[in-house]
């Protein structure tokens, strides 16, 4: 056999073994990334330089956003916390996943951690639940291989945590406890499985306890007054002054964590509160920021950084001083927006920033894409993989629907409605009452612009988009005489 004959001969071999069939199967699979879900709790995302940079530094933060990507419409579909944790898990809103107020979670159900189990995950819940397992087994997380969590609220320092259905009191300050079992969970994982870790703190929750560093590194802080932060409501419905979440009202002595100097009053005292609740909260900040870093210096160290997804969010806005608020519970834009950093090398552009608009139903959908798992059908959210990549989807959305159910707590009046890029309608449905802002000409909520002639037609196309929405999300008003037992807290 001459030598243009034996390699016509070894050319013909080669192709028919690609030929054959499986053999397409037995390349190696692409690897699948590794998904680590960081959240706070109620850290807006005006308290994180990369979005502001006018009340603190967060570096460590921010380096998801310097390394990915900055969502800087990402927003929840009811601004509390138990709700909003339930809307991620399920990829559905509040009248679907059973989860309006502070109730217990149907762990029966279809979650985000049980698909992708299924799909060979290992997978971990560290730090606050808040669906529930504090009273029994029937509130205790299911679908995750190994769990470890505060009950309910928890506690900022010395935590009572139960690990596995059995209650363990851990050491130190939850901030840190938190990250240091985060860290064990990763080294103690099986190698041969990717992981799904949700990383989540306490902080900065009320009433915003820091451990001593930071507290002394913020201890002369003086933050700048909010612009409206004097707000008289002058225009706007009954809800905001019936609501019980007022900074010189409100704020008591637990939450100060000192009594005010004698003598002040009024506009003074207004302000020594907010220094002293905005001295506390940005404290907690700082704290979370450190061990975000700690831990994303951990996954680089042990060559993690590379295929693993990171992403940093929190589970609602919050008010730290606009409109004269603290805590959420408003479709207002500092309770209604998270914050969402994400970083994944292998997808995203570093320093990339997306206007597309999110919700926290989608973060289910694009979590299980990045997976490789399909989005179960009956999920409400949708993938925004593509918006990672600098793509647009087809029909993604430019209007999103929102609903409040809550009549207690702080005494937040229930109210659901629609925001476009430009329009915010709101609908106290309780009060009947309407508010209109348009968000072009008054980004900061302060003129309710709903009886306002010019804007009659824009108010008309709103309410039918309203009920177009409302229509598509199936909400019929499960909940609107009864709600479930609000049993978490």
Same mark, same amino acid.
């Given at each position: ?38 959240? #706070?709790?109620?850290?807006?995302? *005006?308290?994180?330089?990369?979005? #502001? ?50 109730? *217990? ?15 060979? %995950? %290992? ?5 606050? @639940? *808040? ?20 009950? +309910? ?22 901030? =840190? ?22 990383? *989540?703190?306490?902080?900065? !929750?009320?009433? @915003?306890?820091? =451990?001593?560093? !930071? ?14 932060? =004097? ?14 979440? !007022? ?50 210096? @951990? ?21 730290? +001083? ?22 994944? /090398? ?18 289910? /959908? ?27 989807? /087809?029909? @993604? ?12 707590? !702080? ?31 008054? /980004? ?6 709903? #009886? ?38």
């Amino acid at each position: 056999m001459n030598k243009l004959t034996r390699y016509l001969t070894l050319c013909l071999l080669a192709a028919l073994v690609c030929l054959q069939p499986g053999a397409a199967q037995n390349q190696p699979a692409p690897k699948r990334p590794n998904i680590v879900f960081i959240m #706070s709790d109620d850290h807006a995302a *005006h308290a994180i330089s990369a979005y #502001s940079g006018r009340l603190n530094k967060t570096p460590n933060i921010d380096r998801l956003a310097k390394e990915g990507m900055k969502f800087e419409n990402a927003f929840a579909t009811n601004s509390i916390c138990t709700p909003s944790r339930a809307a991620i898990l399920t990829g559905k809103y509040a009248h679907l996943n059973g989860v309006p107020v502070f109730n *217990h979670i149907d762990n029966s159900q279809p979650m985000l951690q049980k698909y992708l189990q299924q799909a060979g %995950y %290992y997978t971990g819940m560290i730090g606050k @639940w *808040h669906l529930g397992g504090n009273r029994g087994k029937e509130g205790e997380p299911t679908g995750f291989d190994y769990w470890n969590i505060l009950p +309910g609220q928890g506690a900022y320092f010395d935590p009572m945590m139960i690990e596995m259905g059995e209650r363990k009191k851990l050491t130190g300050y939850t901030t =840190d406890i938190i990250t240091d079992l985060a860290i064990q969970f990763i080294e103690k994982r099986p190698q041969d499985k990717p992981f799904f870790l949700m990383y *989540h703190h306490k902080a900065p !929750h009320r009433n @915003w306890q820091p =451990d001593e560093k !930071h507290r002394k590194q913020f201890e002369n802080y003086d933050p700048p007054i909010p612009a409206t932060f =004097d707000d008289d409501y002058k225009g706007k419905s009954d809800a905001a002054r019936q609501s019980t979440m !007022h900074i010189d009202a409100d704020l008591n002595d637990n939450d100060l964590k000192m009594k005010p100097p004698a003598g002040l009053t009024g506009a003074e005292l207004k302000r020594w509160k907010f220094r002293r609740y905005m001295q506390d909260y940005l404290a907690c900040v700082q704290a979370v920021d450190d061990n975000v870093g700690r831990f994303l210096d @951990w996954l680089d160290k042990n060559g993690l950084a590379e295929n693993t997804i990171v992403i940093y969010t929190s589970d609602q806005g919050f008010f730290l +001083g606009e409109h004269n608020f603290y805590d959420k519970r408003f479709m207002y834009e500092e309770a209604l927006r998270m914050p969402f950093l994400i970083r994944w /090398p292998e997808k995203i552009k570093p320093g990339s920033v997306s206007k597309g608009m999110i919700l926290n139903v989608d973060f289910a /959908p694009t979590l299980l894409d990045a997976a490789g798992v399909k989005t179960p059908a009956d999920m409400q959210g949708r993938s925004f993989l593509p918006l990672l990549e600098g793509r647009t989807p /087809p029909g @993604w959305r430019t209007a999103m629907y929102y609903r409040y159910y809550h009549p207690g707590h !702080h005494n937040v009046a229930a109210h659901y409605g629609i925001r476009t890029d430009r329009y915010k309608l709101i609908y106290f449905n309780k009060l009947d009452q309407w508010e209109l802002y348009d968000l072009r000409k008054d /980004p900061r909520e302060m003129r309710n612009v709903y #009886s306002d002639p010019a804007y009659a037609k824009i108010v008309e196309g709103l309410k039918k988009e309203l009920q177009r929405l409302k229509k598509e999300m199936k909400d019929d008003d499960q909940f609107a005489n009864e709600l479930p037992k609000d049993d978490v807290g």
